[in-house]
């Protein structure tokens, strides 16, 4: 069974930056398709980045050039830089494996992130 661990949210002012770190456990890591999604209150959960296992990243228009995405095979573990965070980036931020191309089969618990104007 596949288990996600979102850490590294907290409290920011605008401006800021913040790591988020997700260690993933009972799947064949290196070979998953991983991602990071958000959710804002009251709004629909959007995809944020993703990172193929060859390391091929996609990002969302809204945070192209401010986050990154990258990977350790060796630690099992998917990160999120997010630089230059604003207000607007205030959400849930949910860890997630792909099971098969299309599927985001597997979910975290999330990590919460606000960032304070």
């Known amino acids: 069974q596949v288990r996600l661990v979102e850490s590294g949210g907290g409290l920011v002012q605008a401006g800021g930056s913040l790591s988020l770190s997700c260690a993933a456990s009972g799947s064949i890591f290196w070979n998953k398709h991983m991602g990071w999604f958000r959710q804002a209150p009251g709004k629909q959960r959007e995809m944020v980045a993703t990172?193929?296992?060859?390391?091929?990243?996609n990002y969302a228009d809204f945070v192209k050039g401010r986050f990154t995405i990258s990977r350790d095979n060796s630690k099992n573990t998917v990160y999120l830089q997010m630089n230059s965070l604003k207000p607007e980036d205030t959400a849930i931020y949910y860890c997630a494996e792909e099971s098969f191309p299309g599927n985001w089969g597997a979910w975290g618990l999330g990590t919460q992130v606000t960032v304070s104007s």
């Open positions: 990172i193929s296992s060859v390391r091929t990243t």
